[in-house]
């Protein structure tokens, strides 16, 4: 069964970048589609950036421009790389996967899920 874990949080100021990871162990991540998920207290889990099998993308409108994912096959590993990074984009950060197909970048659509790592901006 496939597993997947998130690496590459911490702590950075305003307008710093940070990479997360998320690697698979378990089978091969190539067919799947990856998710991006982010969760700040108080409120719900929201989509960042979705990259499917194919490499297509979709993402939220408060990162366009700042956040990019991108796919390494042969590593089995997604990356997040995230720019200009604001306070408002600290949270848990989830990375998620499907063997089916996602279209809109929403939680109920991934089934394997990570543990989540912090990435805490500071003001």
């Known amino acids: 069964q496939l597993q997947v874990v998130e690496s590459g949080g911490g702590l950075v100021q305003t307008g710093g970048s940070l990479r997360l990871s998320c690697t698979a162990t378990?089978?091969?991540?190539?067919?799947?589609?990856v998710g991006w998920f982010r969760q700040a207290p108080g409120k719900e889990r929201e989509g960042v950036y979705c990259?499917?099998?194919?490499?297509?993308?979709k993402y939220a409108d408060s990162v366009k421009g700042r956040f990019t994912a991108s796919r390494d096959n042969a590593k089995n590993t997604v990356y997040l790389e995230m720019n200009s990074l604001k306070p408002e984009d600290t949270a848990v950060y989830y990375c998620?996967?499907?063997?089916?197909?996602?279209?809109?970048?929403?939680?109920?659509?991934?089934?394997?899920w990570g543990r989540g790592t912090q990435v805490t901006v500071s003001s």
């Open positions: 378990g089978r091969s991540f190539a067919g799947y589609d």
């Open positions: 998620a996967a499907t063997d089916w197909i996602a279209t809109e970048c929403k939680r109920s659509e991934y089934d394997y």
């Open positions: 990259i499917s099998s194919g490499g297509s993308t």
